[in-house]
């Protein structure tokens, strides 16, 4: 099963640069990131409704979702915020630097959530090799935007 998750999580990051580029052609067409952004996630909100639909998920309880903590509630916006960016940037910077950018950013977020280990992530702390692969990942940041 693990095989299978990694293969999946490789494909998903395959994902990553062409998502933006389609949404941002469609951005092109709506005359709008925004709306790009919105039927991005319409159309990927009625896909995961129908995941849930096949595989019979059961609705949960207005009580289970009204005592979801408060931050549960901006994974939401954090995405919009995501993908209507990335809808921006990638015509501007190029698909490359764009997903170094985010790469450089979730490592460096990644860093101190393992270290304090929020949000139920297992603790790791910082080390110093940890904190060499961030800076090198940096480094090809700066790199890939100068050549």
């Not at 999580?9 to 949404?23: E, R, W």
């Not at 916006?77 to 190029?94: D, H, K, N």
């Not at 304090?116 to 692969?133: D, H, N, T, Y």
Request: net charge positive; aromatic share 10%; hydrophobic share 60%.
């Amino acid at each position: 099963m693990e095989g299978l998750i990694l293969v999946l999580t490789l494909l998903a990051g395959c994902l990553m640069p062409v998502q933006p580029a389609v949404n941002a052609v469609t951005a092109v067409y709506l005359n709008s990131p925004y709306l790009a952004s919105f039927f991005s996630f319409l159309t990927g909100t009625m896909a995961l409704g129908l995941i849930c639909l096949a595989v019979r998920l059961p609705w949960p309880a207005g009580s289970v979702v009204a005592g979801l903590p408060w931050w549960a509630w901006t994974a939401g916006p954090m995405g919009a915020y995501f993908v209507t960016m990335t809808i921006v940037a990638v015509p501007r910077l190029g698909a490359m630097s764009v997903m170094a950018l985010l790469i450089a950013g979730q490592m460096t977020v990644s860093l101190v959530m393992d270290h304090f280990g929020w949000l139920g992530i297992p603790a790791q702390p910082i080390s110093l090799w940890r904190v060499l692969g961030a800076v090198l990942l940096f480094a090809g940041v700066i790199l890939i935007r100068k050549f």
